[in-house]
Every structure is written in C-alpha cells, then in structure tokens.
C-alpha cells in the first residue's frame, strides 16, 4: 500500500547534499557563465513542506554567504500555489521558484481543456508573482501525441 508519505528524514543525507552544494559553489563561484545553482530537480509532490523549506533556505543562505550576485532556483514540488509559498523568502533577492509545466504523458484529450490548463497555469503564475514569489518555468511540453 502506498502512504504518499515518507517513512523518515534521513537527515545525514540533507547534510550531505548541503556540503555538495558548498562544494559547487566554491568550484563555480569565479566562472562567468554560472549565474546560480538550483539544488534539487523535481522533488516529491509529497515531500513535507517545512523540512523542504528548511533545505531551500539552508541552501538559498549558503548561496548567499558565498556568492550572492548568483540566483537561487526552488523546484515547486509540483505545487505552485500560493498557499504552499506565501511569504517564504520574502524580500530575498536572487531566487526564484522553478515550475515545471507539462500537459504531456495523459490520453489525447479535447482542444479545449489544454487551452484551460494554459490559462489556469498562467492565472497561478500571475498569483505568484503578486505575493513577491518570482517564478521561473524551466520545463514545459505540451507532448500530447
């Protein structure tokens, strides 16, 4: 049976991946086409809220710390909504949330509902943007066949 939940944190592992990012930082930090780093791709639409923000703000600080002219990238987690990202990192300079957008992997489906799922994608970046969340959509398709 599925729970969408993890069992647990391996903490040990979010240390780690912090020290990686260090080390990318400081490897990247002189180089002229690297304008910013975004730690983690796509992770789980079920990853616990505050342990995710925990680790973008551990990460979003050590960029900070380093090299602060560089821009932080947040993957959503697939829920880009201002009820998950309202007020986080507000006021910070350099990041962005990452969205990625796809109508892809489905059955063929009517014209219309593609139209209202752009136009819903697009009302949830406006919203976004309003709150002080500036968005990024780093992957899109609309692969329907």
Not at 41 to 62: G, I
Not at 120 to 145: C, F, Y
Request: aromatic fraction near 14%; glycine fraction near 4%; charge should be negative.
């Amino acid at each position: 049976m599925t729970t969408q939940q993890y069992k647990y944190l391996n903490e040990s592992h979010i240390l780690h991946a912090l020290e990686v990012v260090k080390v990318i930082i400081d490897t990247y930090k002189h180089n002229p086409v690297v304008i910013g780093i975004e730690p983690m791709n796509e992770p789980w639409f079920a990853t616990p809220m505050p342990q995710l923000k925990r680790f973008y703000w551990d990460v979003y600080s050590l960029v900070q710390e380093r090299i602060p002219s560089w821009i932080t990238l947040l993957h959503d987690s697939f829920r880009l909504n201002a009820f998950f990202w309202n007020g986080f990192l507000l006021n910070c300079p350099n990041f962005a949330l990452d969205t990625h957008i796809y109508q892809a992997w489905s059955d063929p489906k009517p014209e219309w509902i593609y139209q209202n799922t752009a136009c819903n994608s697009a009302l949830g970046l406006r919203t976004m943007e309003r709150i002080g969340i500036p968005v990024v959509v780093g992957e899109w398709s609309l692969a329907t066949g």
